[in-house]
């Protein structure tokens, strides 16, 4: 991952600037991209495509030789050969939350699936749709947004917008405040053979404008599903906030067990915006999140609460960056991490304050919980400060269960396994109880106290 410091407010306007014969450097990453390439249009979004496929013919899959990188092992993944496949998704079931009965969108692996959708309980002033429903203003208005974002050029990010053939699209007019949350549901099928799917989100909050959304990446329900089918999702959401917008974003992920995910978040704050990341991490095998902030205006609010709870053999990354490049910044991070069994936990995340972004107020925090012996966490949070009127502190903690608070619980009457539970379900309900939609905090809370795995050694 990586982020520039830049006041720019549409960095990276020309995604593209390749001028060298087109060179296939890593023939595993071109066989990706031959799969998931699209068939040839004319227009924006075919360029868009061929700019993007250049910079993948020139990019590598990343190894832990790579900083950024370093703990998170790909090379499971290059071991196999993922193809993109459609299935019938007439009999699939999922989670409908009720705020968002009629305000949700569904893609089944990466395809629009418009009999799962709902989009008929929405306000005048508030577009939902995917990106081929739109009207040619409309499409018109996404193209000077969709992979525009910092950080397009990224390999993953760039082997999505590659591939780009559909996006869930939610456009926010000015001044207009959106009551109900916006579902945006990524439902994985696993296959006999391996499968990939690219899904793409675009989020566009005009000035004066609130919306709440809910991203879920999930594995889906099948009357026969397949055992252990294994599938990639690479997966990229662009957020911009315009000036004095709000945005309340809860990400959630929770694909298959044999899954591997690796997803791009990135949002643009304008002057006066306020936006909040609850990204929730339960599933995949392997799993990574990019989240990357760039403040291209004054006085901007950004609250990140992270949650990642992995057992068995489970490794997930979640790497953050915050530019926080003009004066009145505020941003407040906290990620916790439960890890049980023989898990593996990173996060990295970065706060750049710049010389211009005087009297700042930056606050991170990375709270660990290791529920057994040979679980591990590679914790690493960094402040890059050169403005000298500025307050930020960061920290990170490593502990167990302690064994006085279990002998407390026991000594009130409750057993051991219980006492441990109630510990935990303690430790992950501060981030899961911030989630502005209750059907999802009560979902969440269950998923948290039934996992029996966490308890165990």
Known sequence: MSIQVSPSPIPNSNLVSLTSTLLDKD??????????????????????????????????????????????????LRKLQFNVETVNYASLEFDILPEAANSRLVFVNGVFAPELSAVSDLPSGIVVSNLAGLSAVEQEGVRQYLAQAEGAQEVFT?????????????????????????????????SETATISQPRCLVVAESGSQVSLVEEYVAGKMPTPQEGGVYLTNAV?????????????????????????IGK??????????????AITLGAKLSRHNLEILQTGEQTQTTLN????????????????????????????????IVGDRAHAVFNGKVFVPKPAQLTNAAQLNRNLLLSSKARVDTKPQLEITADNVKCAHG???????????????SRGIDENDAR??????FAAEVINKIPVPSLREILLNTVNNLKSLTNE
Not at 162 to 190: C, M, Q, R, Y
Not at 265 to 278: K, L, N, P, V
Not at 306 to 332: E, F, R
């Open 237 to 261: 959401t662009e957020v911009w906030v315009g000036d004095n917008a709000e945005v309340s974003h809860t990400r959630v992920e929770w694909e298959g067990a044999e899954a591997f995910h």
């Open 27 to 76: 023939t595993y990453l071109t066989e990706l991209l031959n799969q998931v390439t699209a068939p040839k249009t004319e227009g924006w979004l075919q360029e868009l495509r061929e700019g993007a496929a250049s910079w993948v013919r020139h990019s590598t899959i990343p190894t832990t030789r790579e900083e950024e990188w370093r703990f998170t092992d790909l090379s499971s």
């Open 158 to 190: 760039a082997l999505n917008t590659a591939g780009i053939t559909d996006a869930a699209v939610v456009w926010v007019k000015k001044n207009v405040v959106v009551e109900t949350p916006v579902h945006l549901v990524f439902i994985s099928v696993a």
């Open 396 to 410: 990170a903690t490593v502990s167990q269960l302690e064994d006085d608070e279990i002998f407390y619980l026991q």
């Open 306 to 337: 992270g949650l990642t709870i992995i057992y068995g053999k489970q490794l997930s990354d979640t790497h953050s960056a915050i530019a926080l490049n003009y004066p009145h910044g505020t941003s407040d991070q906290l990620h916790k991490c």
């Open 265 to 278: 978040t990135a949002i643009a704050q304008a002057r006066d915006s306020r936006y909040t990341c609850h």
């Open 421 to 426: 539970k109630l510990l935990i379900n303690a």
